[in-house]
């Protein structure tokens, strides 16, 4: 398997643990657990970009 592949499903792992603790943070109430967690997801979003842009250029 290529370090792309790996890279794309850590990532993506990344991005859906943000999901869950997004949702736990609004399910307890907590407004800087919520913040925190958007702030997370959004980077992991940030974060694919580049890795997608590598992707297109190496085809």
């Given at each position: 398997m290529?370090?792309?592949y790996f890279e794309l499903i850590g990532?993506?792992?990344f991005f859906i643990s943000g999901?869950?603790?997004i949702v736990a943070g609004i399910r307890s109430e907590d407004l800087l657990?919520?913040?925190?967690?958007i702030v997370?997801?959004?980077a992991c979003v940030l974060?694919?970009?580049p890795v997608f842009s590598r992707r297109?250029?190496?085809s």
């Open positions: 290529k370090i792309f990532l993506i792992c999901l869950f603790f657990s919520t913040i925190g967690s997370w997801t959004f974060w694919l970009i297109g250029q190496q």
